[in-house]
Structures are given as C-alpha cells and as structure tokens.
C-alpha cells in the first residue's frame, strides 16, 4: 500500500490519494471530494474549443452572462472549494461584497463550477458539459473525454480562467470596467497562483487597460522554479534531497511535468511571469492547519505560515531582489477558515480596490 500511495502521490499529489495514505480527518476530506456536488448554477458559461465549438460549464454570478453591464468597474474571478462547492465560495463572498453586488450596484462575481463525472452523473448533464477528475481541475489538468472513443479537444481549468478573462475585457459587455479580482483560497488559492505564472489569457484585459490582481488567500503550499527548498522556518534555502520526497519537484510543486496548457514554457520564465504579477498573498493572523501534509508541501514548510513565509524568501534569492508585483499580508482577526478569509474586512477593503489590509 505504502509504494502504490507513493507513485500516486508522485503523479497527481491530490487530495484523494493523500486521504488513502493518510487519517480519518483526511479520508473524510476524501468522501467530500469523491460526492457529487448537490447544487448547480442555473447559469452556463461557453468556453471556446478549437474547431469553432464550445463547452459548457455552470458559473454563479449576481449578473447575467448574456447581457451588457454598464456600470461595473470591478469583477472578482472565485475559485470553488476543493469539494467542488461553488455555492460556499459564492455566499462566502457575498458578505465581503454586500450591496455592490444588488442590482445597480458596480460589482461583479463569478464563481465557475468545475465538474467531476459524480457532478455530470447526479445532474444529468449531457456531452456538452465539461468535466475533470474530481482534483486535476486544481492544478490546471484538462477535461476527461466523454466517452472512450471521444475525439474531442480536452479543456485546461487555465484555459477557462482566459475564457472568462476575455469575456470580462469586452468593453460591449463591460464598457466601465476597471480591475478583475482572482481570488482563491487555501487549496484552491493553488490554481490562482499557479495561473499567474503560466497564463495565457492576460493580454485581452491588458488591451482594454483593465487590471488583473491575483489575491491567494491561505495557501497550502508553492510553485517552486528549481530544487532548492527550506524546510523549517530557520533553515536556509539549499537544494533539497531528493531521498527524501522524490516528487518534491513535480507540479503543482515545482515545474516538472507541467500541464500541456504550459508546453513551451521553461521555469525562469514562468519565475519572472509570477514575481512580476499583480499578486496579493494573504494569511490569517490565527491560520489554521490546512489539509496538504504531503511530502512535497512539507518540504516548503511545516505549516501555511512557514510555506507563505519561505516561499517569499526563495522568490527574492531565486529572482535576484524583491519581486516589483508579489505582496503579503495578514488579515487581522481571521481565523483562517473559508468564512473567516473571504467574509473579513481585510477582503472587503481588497474587493473595493485596496492595495491591501
């Protein structure tokens, strides 16, 4: 059981395989994840295929994806929670947003659901839905074929975040709009920080002068661009041993084995990518333990706060100086929690367009 665990975890470091090496509080994580979603939005969001075709997925948002909004200047881009709960993320966000998002008001929000086959199985969704496996969607791995036999072009989560991204930068659409919000948290934070090194989908809201922040709140651990790593707050930064935790350099850790969404790209481009970025990388002043205790994140650090810590550290030593884009902070009285992170006051003043808490 202990080798099969290892090769996995090699391949995918997922949630669903940490669960099968790991304790009851992980397996019951497990269960979450592998149950389908309950609750869908009742609105789809057309992503562009190659072929002229699309595929579908639902997105919460408080406006309709059909028709023009004059009069938003700021739309936020949430991450789903793990479990594929959209709807928690959604709500959450909702307090930190408040009457912005109430008709008239200057806010936007989207919240995409990325499926598993559960989710397509229990809603009776047809073959235009697209789908993942129920983690791969977290660190930008393509969609599953329908059918064994299906020819059709598989879809990376990157590439729906650019889908969004340039139906955001449609100045017929959105003629006011100032600033998109990438917002994840704790394990989904993943996808938001390892889109800012590798994203495609940029140059359409750039062309229409509109601003791209990525804000991570409480991630569980890093995109790393060599071997180097430091352990324990106190040790310095040196490469690591690789008989220790031998998929310490794959992705979403480091750059091997990259998504075919990054084909071409080589790590020191996606460092100067990332340190450049608009990014905000928030933790709670009381963070709680998250759920990656994997090798390959404990080789970053002990905890959140050492990983968010040591990640800053070996940016600065990997680029030469203080990334110009990349800034932290701490969201004063949070507790960490989901709840805790989004519905705070620090996250309402991020939302309104401060620089942060």
């Excluded at 990438?182 to 993943?190: F, I």
């Excluded at 480091?254 to 790590?267: D, E, F, K, M």
């Excluded at 902070?329 to 620089?355: K, W």
Aim: net charge neutral; hydrophobic share 45%; proline share 6%.
């Amino acid at each position: 059981m202990k080798s099969v665990c290892l090769r996995v975890m090699l391949a995918a470091a997922t949630f669903a395989v940490l669960a099968a090496c790991s304790s009851s509080p992980t397996v019951s994580l497990r269960n979450q994840v592998l149950r389908p979603t309950e609750v869908l939005s009742d609105q789809d969001f057309a992503v562009p295929v190659e072929g002229g075709l699309t595929t579908l997925l639902p997105v919460y948002s408080n406006v309709k994806l059909v028709e023009a909004h004059p009069g938003i200047k700021r739309a936020t881009i949430a991450i789903q929670t793990p479990t594929r709960d959209a709807f928690a993320v959604y709500d959450a966000l909702k307090t930190s947003l408040g009457p912005r998002l109430a008709e008239g008001g200057d806010a936007a929000l989207l919240v995409p659901q990325f499926l598993s086959q559960q989710d397509i199985d229990r809603h009776q969704l047809g073959p235009d839905f697209a789908r993942w496996t129920v983690d791969n969607w977290m660190i930008g791995g393509s969609t599953r074929p329908v059918t064994l036999r299906d020819a059709s072009v598989p879809v990376s989560s990157f590439s729906v975040l650019d889908a969004l991204l340039l139906y955001l930068a449609d100045r017929q659409q959105y003629p006011d709009l100032e600033e998109i919000q990438l917002v994840g948290y704790g394990a989904s934070a993943r996808l938001v920080q390892l889109y800012a090194a590798i994203a495609k989908g940029l140059a359409a809201p750039r062309a229409a002068g509109v601003r791209v922040r990525f804000v991570v709140l409480s991630p569980e651990s890093h995109l790393y661009f060599d071997d180097r790593r430091a352990p324990r707050a106190d040790a310095p930064l040196a490469p690591f041993e690789r008989e220790r935790c031998a998929g310490y350099q794959l992705w979403p850790y480091g750059t091997v084995l990259a998504p075919a969404y990054a084909a071409g790209q080589i790590a020191r481009d996606m460092a100067a990518e990332y340190a450049a970025s608009d990014m905000l990388l928030l933790r709670a002043e009381r963070e709680i333990e998250g759920t990656d205790r994997s090798c390959e994140a404990m080789a970053q650090g002990r905890n959140r706060v050492e990983r968010l810590d040591t990640h800053l550290r070996y940016l600065a030593a990997y680029i030469g100086g203080a990334p110009a884009g990349v800034r932290s902070g701490i969201v004063r009285g949070a507790d960490g929690s989901l709840r805790g992170m989004l519905g705070s006051a620090c996250m309402r003043e991020v939302l309104a367009g401060a620089g942060g808490c």
